[in-house]
């Protein structure tokens, strides 16, 4: 299984960009999908996850994040409108996913870079 990540770039601040990943490989099913991202220097957090019919973002990004998903394509989006500075980081796609009836593990894209400036 692989998770691939797109649409990260530089971009003024009050943009927007769009952040898509593509899950390919031997899956069964696909359970969350989600966002996280990493500025240097601190941790990696959520943005975002999708799954079950809903979502759930952090409070940094309500309002201004939108997360969707298309599971014919096993691929999530993540829309972003009103990019500050402090947005800027590598964005991580990832996927709970189901390999087999009895295999399940979490997977991690290798990450987008997006950068704000001000």
């Known amino acids: 299984v692989q998770l691939v990540e797109s649409g990260g770039g530089l971009v003024q601040a009050g943009g927007s960009l769009r952040l898509f990943c593509v899950a390919s490989g031997s899956i069964l099913r696909i359970n969350v999908m989600g966002w996280y991202r990493q500025a240097p220097g601190k941790q990696r957090e959520l943005v975002a996850t999708?799954?079950?019919?809903?979502?759930n973002y952090a409070d940094s990004v309500k309002g201004r994040f939108t997360i969707s998903r298309d599971n014919a394509k096993n691929t999530v989006y993540l829309q972003m409108n009103s990019l500050q500075p402090e947005d800027t980081a590598v964005y991580y796609c990832?996927?709970?996913?189901?390999?087999?009836?009895?295999?399940?593990?979490?997977?991690w894209g290798q990450g987008t870079q997006v950068t704000v400036s001000s």
């Open positions: 990832n996927a709970v996913i189901w390999t087999s009836l009895t295999m399940r593990a979490d997977y």
């Open positions: 999708i799954g079950g019919g809903s979502t």
